[in-house]
């Protein structure tokens, strides 16, 4: 059994001492803005205009992908199944709208999408220093595109939902 934990061990000291630093304040960066996420909260409207964008970020991973039909494959299926689901629940979030402003219910959907996207690197990263095969085994790829296709629908959704959702005017009845 200390043979188990042995082995445990140099793999997390491994993992801490091989990661770049800058990993670790991103973490926990991320890890403060899913739990502000998790309380009633107001912010402008004019950055989700830009979310949609953003949530096309993972194309350029997955273009480069050694199975690009497997890649593409999981992509598009989690972007779909995502960006369908995200536009549905964030209309049950939603407060209020005005022209400058959203109001938004508390939510784990934002901790666990950036945890998810962040987890996902970090595990590529990791596969990428003591596994690299593995990175191109079609298993990988297909669970790995479809993931970073589920958390850019994810974001895509959520953000469109936000800029369709009707404004309220001024002086309109609440």
Not at 12 to 33: A, I, S, Y
Not at 50 to 73: D, E, G, K, N, Y
Not at 105 to 114: A, C, H, K, S, Y
Not at 161 to 171: F, H, Q, S, Y
Request: hydrophobic share 55%; glycine share 8%; net charge positive.
């Amino acid at each position: 059994m200390s043979a188990i934990f042995e082995i445990i061990w140099e793999i997390l000291r491994g993992v801490t001492t091989q990661t770049p630093f800058l990993v670790w304040p991103l973490l926990v960066g991320l890890v403060v803005l899913g739990l502000r996420a998790r309380t009633i909260r107001q912010s402008a409207v004019w950055p989700f205009y830009a979310i949609p964008f953003l949530s096309l970020m993972p194309v350029s991973a997955v273009s480069r992908m050694t199975q690009p039909m497997t890649a593409w494959a999981g992509f598009t299926i989690g972007f779909a199944v995502c960006v369908v689901w995200a536009y549905a629940y964030q209309g049950k979030r939603i407060v209020q709208k005005d022209a400058q402003r959203i109001t938004v219910q508390g939510e784990w959907v934002t901790m666990i999408t950036v945890m998810a996207v962040f987890w996902a690197n970090f595990v590529q990263g990791v596969l990428q220093s003591v596994a690299p095969d593995v990175l191109h085994s079609a298993p990988f790829i297909g669970l790995f595109a479809t993931i970073l296709g589920a958390c850019a629908g994810c974001f895509a959704g959520r953000s469109l939902r936000i800029v369709t959702w009707p404004t309220l005017r001024a002086g309109a009845p609440v």
